[in-house]
């Protein structure tokens, strides 16, 4: 084969191989997405019976508080206990000086001593004038005169020791008693403090039941715990529990914090939950169905909480705005805005405007 001969086929060979190469090109195009066409995931909306629980933080107060006072004035002598001492009925905690009080009470006893010999002696006249009286030897008036005399000094007798009991009740009120058993949880007087009746100057604690205090925000006491039941644990260790129900709810609301203050009775309360124990109570409220989403669909459009609707028959995106009903760890709980069937754009919502086209892949088993 000649040069020339040579070319011309290599010629050809260089024209069949770029037709070739040309009629693959046409076979197998190569595949290019559309930039206008976003990729997001959708669920569907369905209702979800939801159970909501309210934690709260509160401190164990006492279901009974005593304020203990002096009943007489006087200065104080002694005192006997000091804030967090647990106290008996009967123990005396301060004492003031009963100068006043012992001297009465010594005016007492002479008075009665008094009026008793007085009554002694007008017991032996009467005894006296009855024997004669028998014999003949007085008068009848004599004899009346001295019956007369023995009633007037035993009235005065009974008077004075009614009197004498006076004193010797003023002079206890020196020592001060607090009646019933409790803890001092507040002291408001020293030794060497003139006092006055009535004036308080211990608080008491009394034993018995305990309460479980919160500051509850109104709110929640529209849709109270399912059972009623309150659920109390030590905030230091968990492990000490109590159970309550809700016995107070204060008829007014703090001002400053918007909060009402609830106590919760405690059936039981374990030793370690002493007074002013930091406790945390959750309530578990009925159970009811709402639209519940993940955390990712919730978009704030034009100032209010809103999601993506997605049309499966347009293919195109709208926003909506909802109102939430509760947030969870990492779901929301809707009131309204969306129906249960409708699609949710969960994913991709950062790239989306009202009206656009969307490919939309559907998350199975939501």
Known sequence: MTISQNCAAFRLLLVISAFGAIGCAHAAP?????????RVRIVEARRTPIASEAVLTGDIQPQAQVNVAFRTNGKVAERRVEVGDHVEADQVLAVVEPLTQQANLDNARAALASA???????KMAFERQKQLLAGG???RSTYDNAEQELRTTQAAVD??????GTAQEQFSYTELRAGVAGIVTSRSFEVGQVVQSGQTVLVLAQDGPRDAVFNVYESLLAQPPADGSIAVALQSDPTVTATGTVREVSPTVDAKSGTVRVKIGLQTTPPAMGLGAVVVGRGRFAP??????????????DGHPSVWIFDPATRKVSIRAVEIDRFGPDIIALKRGVEPGERVVVAGIQFLRPGQTVAAAEIAGH
């Open 30 to 38: 190569e595949a290019t997405d559309d930039p206008s066409v976003a």
């Open 116 to 122: 008793e010999a007085l009554q002694t002696q007008a």
């Open 288 to 301: 009811r169905e709402s639209v519940v989403l993940p955390w990712s669909a919730l978009y704030r459009y």
């Open 137 to 139: 030897f007085t008068t």
């Open 159 to 164: 008077s004075a020791r009614a009197a004498l």
